[in-house]
């Protein structure tokens, strides 16, 4: 019944001289695909968990006049974003966690690097992902947001990134300055505990959504379970109210 309602539908258009067009709403050009996020035109970008420096060097891309300020405490991992932005200018990286006090924490380092976290990996996140599950203590260093960057000429409008595995409440809290200057924050969230007492996707969106802010969806592939593919992770987006 429906394929002979759709034929005549196709016929009666066709009588008008029109016909029907399938929109593919995944295919964006490449030329629009960021359109709305250099439309902001940033300043400035703070990577919060910078890794290996893959973010830092994509957003430079994007935002090539920007400063850009990096955070990533583990020391192999510091070396290399170094290296990958040598000569950038306006870029500054800083071998510290952030966290909502100033001192010094064990942090826990997975035999995957991107899964280290200053929280202790959950039982979740070992089972189904046991390559990470190797870890050893490393003692960092670990500054407020507020504090590691009160000394510089923060350039508005600034976009905010924090992939800390589970930190993200503590980050959060010791840069309440910062994140109320900010347009745009990306951020890592979990729908599921992966971390030992981390906050969770809810959590997260009404902190934000309390500092005037709005999710807008995710950013990069979400992390899926390999077991039965439920959404465990996703980049989230939160722009300033009315902004977007």
Same mark, same amino acid.
């Given at each position: 019944?429906?394929?002979?309602?759709?034929?005549?539908?196709?016929?009666?258009?066709?009588?008008?001289?029109?016909?029907?067009?399938?929109?593919?709403?995944?295919?964006?050009?490449?030329?629009?695909r960021l359109k709305w996020l250099r439309d902001f035109r940033i300043k400035t970008v703070?990577?919060?968990?910078?890794?290996?420096?893959?973010?830092?060097?994509?957003?430079?891309?994007?935002?090539?006049?920007?400063?850009?300020?990096?955070?990533?405490?583990?020391?192999?991992?510091?070396?290399?974003?170094?290296?990958?932005?040598?000569?950038?200018?306006?870029?500054?990286?800083?071998?510290?966690?952030?966290?909502? %006090? !100033?001192? =010094? *924490?064990?942090?826990?380092?997975?035999?995957? +690097? /991107?899964?280290?976290?200053?929280?202790? @990996?959950?039982?979740?996140?070992?089972?189904?992902?046991?390559?990470?599950?190797?870890?050893?203590? %490393? !003692?960092? =260093? *670990?500054?407020?947001?507020?504090?590691?960057? +009160? /000394?510089?000429?923060?350039?508005?409008? @600034?976009?905010?990134?924090?992939?800390?595995?589970?930190?993200?409440?503590?980050?959060?809290?010791?840069?309440?300055d910062v994140l109320k200057r900010a347009k745009i924050v990306l951020v890592e969230t979990?729908?599921?505990?992966?971390?030992?007492?981390?906050?969770?996707?809810?959590?997260?969106?009404?902190?934000?959504?309390?500092?005037?802010?709005?999710?807008?969806?995710?950013?990069?592939?979400?992390?899926?379970?390999?077991?039965?593919?439920?959404?465990?992770?996703?980049?989230?987006?939160?722009?300033?109210?009315?902004d977007l």
């Open positions: 019944m429906k394929s002979k309602i759709k034929a005549f539908a196709k016929k009666l258009l066709g009588f008008f001289g029109l016909r029907v067009a399938h929109i593919d709403r995944r295919q964006v050009s490449d030329e629009n703070i990577d919060i968990g910078a890794s290996k420096g893959s973010f830092s060097a994509e957003f430079h891309g994007i935002f090539p006049k920007a400063q850009i300020f990096a955070f990533e405490p583990l020391p192999d991992c510091f070396t290399l974003v170094q290296k990958r932005m040598a000569g950038i200018a306006g870029f500054q990286a800083f071998n510290i966690a952030l966290g909502d %006090v !100033a001192g =010094s *924490v064990t942090m826990h380092r997975s035999s995957y +690097s /991107g899964s280290s976290s200053l929280r202790e @990996m959950g039982a979740l996140h070992k089972d189904l992902f046991p390559v990470t599950a190797g870890q050893r203590e %490393v !003692a960092v =260093s *670990v500054d407020t947001l507020d504090h590691a960057l +009160s /000394g510089f000429n923060l350039q508005e409008p @600034m976009l905010v990134k924090i992939d800390v595995q589970g930190f993200e409440d503590k980050v959060m809290d010791g840069g309440m979990s729908f599921y505990e992966l971390y030992k007492g981390q906050p969770l996707f809810d959590g997260v969106y009404e902190l934000l959504k309390g500092l005037g802010f709005e999710y807008h969806g995710s950013w990069a592939p979400e992390l899926k379970s390999p077991i039965d593919g439920r959404l465990l992770q996703q980049d989230s987006v939160f722009a300033r109210r009315a």
